[in-house]
Every structure is written in C-alpha cells, then in structure tokens.
C-alpha cells in the first residue's frame, strides 16, 4: 500500500483554500498535514475544512518544521515565493510554487538550482495547461490543424482582481506578473519557439486606488516571425470571456474559456467544427473575484504529485516558468520606457 503523501500549504489564504485545499482533500493518498497564515481567520477556515487534526501555523518556517513531510506548497504572496522555495528545497521537499515563480530572473535561477541540488521536483502553478480546453488546443495544433501557427492572441476584458496584497506593487511584482503571466505561458508551450522580442503600452486609467496597471496591450515576436499578442483590461467586469486564438496557414482555432468553447475553421475547405471542452466533474473548479470559474488546478495537483513519486519532470518546470516571468519583465520595463526591448537584455 502506498504511503500517504503529506503536503504542508505554505499561504492557507482564499486561493491557497479554494484552489489547492480543496482540491487536495479530494485526492485519495494526500494528506495535507500543516497549513500556515498569517489571518487567524484563514487558518481557521482551512481547519473548518480540513479537520480538528490539521497543524495550523502562523509562520510558514514553521510549518515546514513539521515532521514526515513529503512536499510543500507556496501559495504566499509572490514576494515571498523565493525564500520559501529555498527554505522547503533545504528540508528536503518537493515544491509547487505559485506562480509566478519569482519576481526577478535571479530569483528564479536560485530557486531552479534549489531544486536540482535538492534532487527534487519543482512544478509552478501554470494550470491552464492542464485546463481541458487548452490540453485540447494544443492537441490540434501539434497535429497540424491550423497548419504552420503563425498568430496567436488572448483577449481578456475582466474585472478588478481580488483587492488586499494584488493591488500591491511590490507584492506582486506588478499587473502583468501576476495575472498574465499565465498566458504568456500558453504562448510559448503552443507556439513552441523562443520570444525575441517584446513591444507594449498600458496605464492604470480607471483603477486608481491600486499601484498596478489596469489595462495592457502587448506584442511579442518569437524566432520565425511567429507572434503573439495580449490585450487586458480589469475595469470591464461584465459581459467578457479570456478568448485565446491561433491561426496558421490551414486554419484557426478560437476558444472562450469561461464557455469551455473551442471553434476550428479549415481555411481550404469550409469546414467548421464546434466542441465543448467540459471538465471532470471532480474538479473543484471556484470562482475568483469577477464570479468567473478558475478550472484545471485538481490535474495539476495530480500530475505534481505523481512526478514526485516517480521522479518525472513536469510540464510545467521551472525552465517553462522562468520564460514567462522574462517576458512579463521584458513587457513592463518596455511600458516604463516606452519602447521594444529584446529579450536577450532579460532572459541571459
């Protein structure tokens, strides 16, 4: 019989609850032994959860102190990601992080070598990979559906994020490391090439009580003139779906994420194909701060979990992450300086 696998939830917050906690509690084999926050309240929440024999603490340096731990989650704030993948590295544990992984490159390259001295797995919270509707998407794609990808893009009119630490610069790193760097993410696994170069312009037009954007628009441009763009907006909370598309020289494909909609076009025939991409329903999908529902975090616990077992690296490692962190980087320092920049100034 497999030994139980025991997880300490380093940030028992509202996501560190809904989306791992919850998820966790449901997977059979896990045991999620000690949680840490520093809201009374939160811990209190998770122990409403989890049980009267849930370890709660108020500083996550001590729950990593517990005995017999197998990994550890950290979901803290994105500056403290960096200290506590170290931390958890030392003590001999695997490691999900939160994305995104670190607020700098050097950072992510600590973190990286933790790992790898460690001789344990590092997986960061990029679940949209492991979203049915994209691990569809790609599917098509690498099966030459559109063809030659050329063009891809996300479009995304929301809501503010949740208030409290996100409305924080340094806290999270700014609007486009922590919110879109999920997408850029998806821009490289499907598209497959390396970003060259980055263009973009946004502003915090509406949304003044907060230190970050609220509105972006970018333009990245990988090896072989393939490109991608991004366009943000958090003051338009009705009405919107994240649509991400790519077309190629055989045809598109255009998804909405919140309508779990996929629509392939054939370009040489006038061919349509419409699907729904459900997901399982033992996901324990839950709804962020626009009433929107954030979907694929049960798969990405159970594909960490099962590359911690049997050593495999995951889909979404650290080298994966610390692509997308350069290229929020890259975007940000060409809206502070109004021009493109290169990646090569960010990715070293």
Same mark, same amino acid.
Do not use: I, Q, S
């Given at each position: 019989m497999t030994e139980p696998f025991k997880i300490a939830l380093l940030g028992a917050g509202w996501f560190g609850r809904e989306a791992h906690l919850r998820n966790l509690l449901r997977l059979p084999g896990v045991w999620v032994v000690a949680a840490s926050s520093r809201s009374p309240a939160s811990l209190e /929440? /998770? &122990?409403a959860l989890a049980g009267p024999d849930l370890l709660t603490f108020h500083d996550w340096r001590d729950a990593l102190q517990v005995e017999g731990l197998d990994a550890a989650i950290v979901a803290l704030t994105n500056d403290q990601h960096h200290e506590a993948c170290l931390a958890a590295f030392r003590q001999g544990l695997h490691v999900l992080c939160e994305k995104p992984l670190g607020l700098s490159l050097a950072e992510c390259d600590d973190i990286i070598a933790a790992a790898a001295a460690a001789g344990r797995i590092l997986q960061v919270g990029h679940e949209m990979r492991f979203q049915r509707l994209y691990q569809q998407m790609k599917h098509m794609i690498d099966r030459g559906d559109v +063809?030659?990808?050329? *063009?891809?893009w996300c479009r995304e009119f929301r809501g503010p994020m949740r208030a409290g630490w996100r409305s924080s610069a340094a806290l999270t790193g700014g609007t486009l490391l922590e919110k879109n760097c999920h997408h850029f #993410?998806?821009?490289?696994?499907? *598209? +497959? &090439? &390396?970003?060259v170069r980055v263009a973009a312009q946004g502003g915090r037009n509406v949304l003044l009580d907060r230190e970050i954007l609220d509105n972006a628009q970018v333009l990245v441009e990988y090896e072989g003139g393939r490109r991608a763009t991004l366009e943000l907006c958090l003051f338009a909370p009705y009405g919107g779906d994240c649509e991400i598309g790519i077309a190629g020289d055989r045809g598109r494909i255009d998804t909405r994420n919140q309508a779990l909609s996929?629509?392939?076009? &054939?370009?040489d025939l006038p061919d349509r194909q419409e699907m729904k991409v459900a997901d399982v329903p033992e #996901? /324990? +999908?839950? *709804?962020d701060s626009s009433g929107r529902v954030d979907r694929g975090i049960r798969p990405e616990l159970e594909h960490w979990i099962d590359c911690c077992r049997t050593g495999t690296p995951p889909l979404n490692d650290g080298a994966s992450a610390r692509l997308s962190v350069a290229v929020c980087l890259a975007a940000q320092a060409s809206i502070r300086r109004g021009e493109m920049v290169t990646m090569d100034e960010f990715v070293g």
């Open positions: /929440a /998770a &122990r +063809g030659e990808p050329h *063009l891809m #993410d998806l821009f490289h696994w499907m *598209l +497959g &090439r &390396r970003p996929l629509v392939h076009h &054939r370009f #996901d /324990a +999908g839950f *709804l």
